[in-house]
């Protein structure tokens, strides 16, 4: 019954240390990589920061896991998400693989329905959203779109022209693209 509360003082000191050191590493790697490497930009983005916090627990809890290996383990970690983010800035299709594009989910007063399943959204979530942003009506509201990193952009009204937002935005169903 001991062995729940308290192994030892030897496998507390372990942890400490361990986790100072594992941690200030980890630190050290993501100031060098850039500030990309925890950015929320996409679900790519996100599945390195959880896959990272994996690794640090991995390495302060697990006695089989050595400091060395947890070190390399998030330079391998951070290594690929540079690759990986390096080569989707260059090529579209890379970029295309790892985020995705943003989906217009309500334009011009309506909600769009084929676009609202796709995504997996309600219309409720919609108007939370347009609310979230501190506007009364939906007819406050241009345009709401899901982001590749899962956040919802509301574009308010008489934001529309050549210089739109919405410009890189493909709307499903008869047209290709908003105009404006």
């Known amino acids: 019954m001991d062995m729940i509360f308290f192994d030892s003082w030897q496998a507390v000191w372990r942890t400490g240390i361990l986790g100072m050191l594992a941690y ?6 993501l100031r060098i990589s850039g500030r990309r490497t925890l950015s929320k930009m996409n679900a790519f983005d996100l599945v390195v920061t959880v896959a990272l916090g994996s690794t640090l627990a991995s390495v302060i809890l697990s006695k089989s896991v050595t400091l060395s290996q947890g ?3 998030f330079a391998l970690l951070i290594g690929m ?7 989707s800035v260059r090529v579209p299709w890379v ?3 790892v ?19 796709r995504a997996r959204v309600t219309e409720e979530e919609i108007r939370a959203a347009v609310r979230s942003n501190g506007m009364a009506s939906m007819d406050e509201a241009h345009a709401v779109v899901l982001e590749t990193d899962g956040s919802f ?8 022209g050549e210089a739109s937002s919405l410009s890189d935005v493909v709307r499903p169903g008869r047209y290709d693209r908003p105009n404006g």
Do not use: H, N
């Open 71 to 73: 070190v390399v383990a």
């Open 95 to 97: 970029r295309q693989i």
């Open 24 to 29: 200030a590493s980890l630190v050290v790697l």
């Open 99 to 117: 985020t995705g594009e943003p989906a217009l989910l309500f334009y011009q007063g309506q909600c769009l329905p084929t676009a609202l399943k």
């Open 153 to 160: 952009s509301v574009v308010p009204q008489g934001t529309s």
């Open 81 to 87: 998400q540079f690759i990986v983010t390096w080569t």
